[in-house]
């Protein structure tokens, strides 16, 4: 199965007796310590990257141009992966400084703080558990059954447009007062209001600097180029499961996929994709992950689901991980709508099976 799917374990399934608490009191007291040389290198690193990435977009010639937008776009999520420690109260001990350099750390993603902090929170507390996780959730029959194009659309989106859907997710989520409770509501009026003003400010001063083709080329694509999230939570074999079925201690850990990354992309995104001990206690800062992982691997190792990012395991999330079904956990959409699924056909011929 792990081959077949493109990792190197597969996790064995934690016994229901092991809770999440147990898990965590595993992990030595260090790596929950907070290091303010370590959390202001990683902005130093993030913001030295970003102005390189800058500099390479200016002087690339076209045909270098997607190596510049890749560096860059991969420097701007070290700027999300700041601002994210930052959400879990993990970047300093000074709560006022956290809040600025979070909303600071995601403006050049126009990603409002607040709002993603609390809909994240939600997303550990209930990590994989059908409907109430905000992140990557199955799609449901009725959804596919609605209307012929929103069926395309969908399929399309968790199809060919699969990596970039996490646009969709931003739009969705953090811009629609009415998704928060009125005691949060000023705090996501202070975020959209630094959001908007980014926008009002510095994309006028892009484009009379450069013209709208040096916003295209300084800005939004690298802002495309940044996105990881998908490979965290999906695969075939972890399940999403309804509240009552649900157990933390498993969806923090048997179903959080660690996924590593060339050494430059680990570096430029401050180790965020060793991300289950993140899912064991969102309090580790981003510089302490991997002596983390150490301990989980020397304690846990065996529920531990590992891969390396190929092309395999693109395939798998982008080919099989579509339609809610209860047994299987996923059921593939040329399965379920095999008439509109002509973008799923296309992408198991076209894209490479290497693992």
Not at 218 to 224: G, I, R, S
Request: net charge neutral.
């Amino acid at each position: 199965m792990s081959d077949d799917y493109g990792f190197r374990q597969i996790g064995e399934q934690l016994p229901d007796n092991v809770t999440l608490k147990d898990v965590m009191d595993s992990l030595p007291k260090e790596v929950f310590e907070i290091d303010d040389l370590k959390a202001w290198t990683s902005v130093l690193i993030s913001a030295t990257s970003y102005a390189l990435g800058i500099f390479l977009i200016s002087k690339s010639p076209w045909y270098l141009l997607p190596l510049a937008w890749a560096w860059t776009g991969t420097a701007v999520t070290g700027f999300f992966v700041i601002g994210h420690d930052c959400a879990h109260k993990s970047f300093s001990r000074n709560k006022l400084v956290e809040d600025i350099v979070g909303t600071l750390a995601f403006l050049p993603l126009i990603y409002p703080y607040e709002p993603w902090r609390f809909k994240h929170d939600r997303h550990h507390a209930k990590t994989n558990m059908l409907v109430e996780d905000t992140a990557w959730q199955p799609v449901f029959q009725k959804e596919i059954e609605t209307s012929s194009i929103l069926r395309k659309a969908i399929v399309y989106g968790y199809g060919p447009i699969r990596p970039w859907m996490s646009i969709a997710h931003w739009l969705i989520w953090h811009f629609d007062l009415k998704k928060f409770r009125p005691n949060e509501l000023s705090r996501v009026k202070i975020s959209l209001a630094s959001v908007f003003a980014f926008m009002a400010i510095g994309w006028p001063l892009i484009i009379l600097k450069s013209g709208i083709a040096g916003w295209f080329k300084f800005w939004f694509m690298p802002w495309v180029m940044s996105t990881f999230t998908m490979v965290h939570h999906t695969a075939p074999h972890i399940p999403f499961k309804r509240s009552e079925e649900w157990n933390a201690a498993q969806a923090q850990l048997n179903g959080t996929v660690h996924c590593d990354y060339p050494r430059w992309i680990e570096i430029l995104c401050h180790d965020i994709n060793v991300h289950v001990p993140h899912h064991i206690s969102p309090r580790i800062p981003s510089y302490n992950l991997r002596a983390a992982y150490d301990s989980l691997k020397q304690n846990w190792g065996k529920y531990i689901n590992e891969a390396s990012w190929n092309w395999r395991l693109m395939k798998t999330i982008m080919t099989k991980c579509h339609v809610y079904d209860k047994d299987r956990y996923y059921a593939p959409f040329d399965e379920v709508v095999p008439e509109d699924s002509q973008p799923i056909k296309f992408l198991k011929k076209v894209m490479p099976d290497y693992a």
